[in-house]
């Protein structure tokens, strides 16, 4: 069926690095991509979206990269802080009420 | 600006007793408005969403019922709580103009039915 799922599900990465986290997804039709990053107890807070019309975005510190030939989509952050550490989700657009997720990489931050 | 409350933030229910769960919006009109759940360690799961008061649709066939009594108020409800209704249960809500381009959660409500 389809599905966007997430490849790894936990990262640790060392402070100062970049981190990536991918996703992958298998409707080719999805024209919308959102990110978001969930602390722990907390709702998830939006952080950048894609449309399939693009290949790269950028905002503060993070980029996402669309590649529509192998369904992928990643967020990169750059500099990776303490206060970074959350579960990181990306979600498809489904319809304009739907957002399909996936199932979450947690990105732990080492000293 | 907008916010978005939602209450309480923990509950614990016994099986069988009621829920409502209260979200509200504040600085827009018109808004849509969404409840999700959260099972732990997973991604979330649309449960209802509305585009006007009274206008509720249900993805999900299960023990649970919203209501949208005002523009700004969504009430997520049970009638007798299942163990299974256990979860973390979010509101969210966007822009009416841009469907779910741009959605904003709530900080979740952890419920335990026991």
């Known amino acids: 069926g389809e599905s966007v799922g997430l490849h790894l599900p936990t990262l640790s990465v060392q402070e100062g690095d970049n981190s990536i986290i991918n996703c992958a997804y298998s409707?080719?039709?999805?024209?919308?991509f959102i990110w978001y990053k969930q602390e722990s107890g907390k709702g998830p807070q939006f952080i950048i979206d894609i449309r399939s019309n693009m290949d790269k975005r950028q905002g503060q510190r993070v980029t996402v990269l669309l590649n529509k030939t192998v369904k992928h989509l990643s967020l990169q952050i750059a500099a990776t802080q303490p206060g970074d550490s959350a579960v990181y989700f990306c979600a498809e657009k489904r319809s304009n009420y739907q957002l399909i997720w996936g199932a979450g990489t947690k990105l732990i931050i080492k000293p | 600006s907008q916010t978005i409350h939602q209450w309480p933030a923990t509950l614990v229910q016994p099986v069988g007793s009621p829920l409502s769960l209260e979200c509200t919006v504040e600085?827009?009109?018109?808004?849509?408005l969404y409840w999700y759940r959260q099972a732990a360690g997973r991604g979330l799961q649309l449960l209802f969403y509305?585009?006007?008061?009274?206008?509720i649709s249900s993805e999900v066939p299960q023990n649970l019922s919203a209501s949208r009594p005002q523009d700004r108020q969504f009430i997520l409800s049970s009638k007798k709580l299942l163990l299974s209704d256990s979860g973390f249960y979010l509101c969210?809500?966007?822009?009416?103009?841009?469907?779910?381009?741009?959605?904003?959660f709530g900080q979740g409500t952890r419920l335990t039915v026991v």
């Open positions: 600085g827009t009109s018109n808004p849509n």
């Open positions: 509305s585009v006007g008061i009274g206008q």
């Open positions: 969210a809500w966007s822009p009416s103009d841009r469907g779910l381009t741009e959605a904003f």
């Open positions: 409707n080719s039709a999805s024209d919308y």
